[in-house]
């Protein structure tokens, strides 16, 4: 069964850091592309940020690009994204999610999300 | 880039068909297959009910339909039952490593 469990969320300050971690179990981690897409209260899905199975290729949203790092250690199983200068319009839901084998560009495996708030 | 289009809402009556739309531009949904649909209910994770169009991952019923026509892609969902009522989501790739979301469509089953 594949299991994506994110962790890393909080409240944190306008300009702070913070470190998204998705620890995935139940498949051959290094073979899929995963994502981060995020959801602020009450409004829709925003895609964030997506890399390749090897980590070697990275993709990044305009609203997000220069401000966050996407990652991964295929040792461990574990997708990352550190995010940078957070804004308050990054106040949202963030979902980690697995690529089906044959479309990169979509997620058929979801994490429960964790919260990530910026406010001062 | 913008967005994608999605009404607002949309619902239908138990076992009756609703389809929900989502226009794009040539850049994105018109120019590329990677088109899929989610769906979402209220404090739960999104799920995938269809990709590249209209391919359906395991587990998700065949009432569950897709197409496109030019800049539009469609969901449709046959048959309505209780628990289809919730969010539903578009998204497609929009090429430079870019992927765009819909707005959301409410769908109310009366």
């Known amino acids: 069964e594949v299991q994506l469990l994110e962790s890393g969320g909080g409240l944190v300050q306008p300009g702070g850091s913070l470190r998204l971690s998705c620890a995935a179990s139940?498949?051959?981690?290094?073979?899929?592309?995963m994502s981060w897409v995020r959801q602020a209260p009450g409004k829709g899905l925003q895609w964030v940020s997506a890399?390749?199975?090897?980590?070697?290729?990275?993709y990044y949203a305009d609203s997000v690009k220069g401000r966050f790092t996407i990652s991964r250690d295929n040792s461990k199983n574990t997708l990352y994204l550190l995010m940078n200068s957070l804004r308050a319009e990054d106040t949202a839901v963030y979902y980690c999610?697995?690529?089906?084998?044959?479309?990169?560009?979509?997620?058929?495996?979801w994490g429960q999300g964790t919260l990530v708030t910026v406010s001062s | 880039q913008s967005a994608l289009t999605q009404p607002p809402s949309a619902s239908g009556s138990p076992g009756q068909s609703v389809t929900i739309s989502c226009t794009g531009t040539s850049s994105d949904v018109g120019r590329y297959n990677y088109v899929s649909w989610y769906q979402q209910h209220p404090g739960k994770a999104p799920k995938l009910m269809l990709y590249?169009?209209?391919k359906r991952p395991s587990g998700v019923p065949d009432r569950f339909s897709g197409s496109k026509s030019g800049n539009t892609a469609s969901l449709t969902v046959s048959g309505l039952q209780l628990e289809d009522e919730a969010d539903y989501y578009c998204s497609s790739f929009a090429g430079s490593g870019n992927l765009l979301f819909g707005g959301g469509t409410k769908l109310t089953v009366l």
């Open positions: 139940g498949f051959t981690f290094v073979t899929y592309g």
């Open positions: 590249e169009i209209s």
């Open positions: 999610a697995k690529a089906p084998i044959d479309d990169f560009w979509s997620g058929c495996d």
């Open positions: 890399i390749t199975g090897s980590g070697g290729n990275t």
